[in-house]
């Protein structure tokens, strides 16, 4: 969810700066790089927890609402990207592309577009912090004495799918008859090539499997095999137990990620303040039926 969101908030951003005039060319640079921050955020923690264990540490309510607050922000973020792309689409059909014939008189519209694009970014910045406080909050189960913490053991295991992966993309597997005979044996199966660290052959079997049993267990074709191995594996592995916990995180520190956007949200509303300052763009309004919503 969150890369599908990335993948249209870097699309309208783009699009959006593109089209801006040179007056606003600094404001649309400050964009680029909110951009680059939140698209260097691509690979996500991934938690593995069981509910019985988010009980067991008083967590499960407290994640409920913020899970609930993440709802919330998500709702408003594609309300706001929802008016950035109107705002957008309008200016392209009221004044074209880029020529410059066409891109008279337009500082207003741009000006606008800058505002609903802030919007849009600082609302992101929202949905990214509170996505934060989450993984931050089931983070604090590893401090538990009586849970097992198996962040290292999947994080190495993760690393190896990746290498195999990439391997397995030349290579052909024979998957025996026995193992495509019901998901039970199929599961087995891949629990034994995991434990005889065959694992180029477990990422091709995933890949088989899903063939014969789409969105399933296996997944669906469009799902990261490698997540896949691993929510089998911590399953497998925590099976008829409680108290097992990981989170897989990436390489890059989230907090320093939120300090550098609220940073750039910071810069992008005082360079609009200050645009807007400008006599020349407090004097022009939008025309026809395209209306400024104000800063």
Do not use: P
């Given at each position: 969810l969150f890369q599908t969101i990335q993948r249209k908030f870097g699309e309208i951003t783009k699009e959006a700066v593109g089209f801006l005039g040179e007056s606003l060319q600094r404001i649309g640079t400050k964009f680029k790089s909110s951009l680059e921050v939140m698209m260097a955020c691509s690979e996500c923690p991934t938690v593995f927890v069981?509910?019985?264990?988010?009980?067991?540490?008083?967590?499960?309510?407290?994640?409920?609402?913020?899970?609930?607050?993440?709802?919330?922000?998500?709702?408003?973020?594609?309300?706001?990207?929802?008016?950035?792309?109107?705002?957008?689409?309008?200016?392209?059909?009221?004044?074209?592309?880029?020529?410059?014939?066409?891109?008279?008189?337009?500082?207003?519209?741009?000006?606008?577009?800058?505002?609903?694009?802030?919007?849009?970014?600082?609302?992101?910045?929202?949905?990214?912090?509170?996505?934060c406080k989450l993984i931050n909050q089931v983070n604090t189960i590893k401090n538990e004495a009586e849970v097992?913490?198996?962040?290292?053991?999947?994080?190495?295991?993760?690393?190896?799918?990746?290498?195999?992966?990439?391997?397995?993309?030349n290579e052909e597997i024979d998957i025996s008859k026995a193992a495509q005979t019901t998901i039970e044996t199929a599961i087995h199966s891949l629990i034994e090539t995991l434990k005889n660290k065959e694992f180029v052959s477990a990422v091709a079997q995933v890949k088989a499997f899903r063939t014969l049993w789409p969105n399933d267990i296996f997944g669906s074709c469009d799902d990261d095999p490698v997540q896949t191995l691993l929510h089998i594996y911590f399953h497998h592995q925590t099976l008829g137990q409680t108290g097992s916990f990981a989170v897989i995180?990436?390489?890059?520190?989230?907090?320093?990620?939120?300090?550098?956007?609220?940073?750039l949200n910071l810069e992008i509303r005082e360079s609009l303040r200050t645009v807007q300052s400008y006599p020349l763009l407090a004097q022009t309004k939008p025309v026809g039926n395209m209306t400024s919503t104000g800063f």
């Open positions: 069981d509910a019985e264990t988010l009980m067991a540490c008083g967590l499960l309510e407290t994640l409920k609402f913020g899970v609930l607050e993440l709802q919330e922000h998500l709702d408003t973020y594609t309300t706001k990207r929802e008016a950035a792309e109107q705002w957008l689409d309008n200016c392209k059909r009221t004044f074209g592309a880029n020529e410059d014939i066409y891109r008279m008189n337009t500082n207003a519209h741009e000006l606008e577009l800058c505002r609903r694009l802030y919007r849009l970014h600082f609302q992101l910045l929202l949905l990214f912090q509170a996505y097992i913490n198996m962040s290292e053991e999947l994080a190495q295991l993760e690393g190896i799918l990746k290498e195999a992966e990439a391997a397995s993309e995180s990436s390489n890059l520190d989230m907090s320093e990620a939120n300090c550098k956007l609220m940073e």
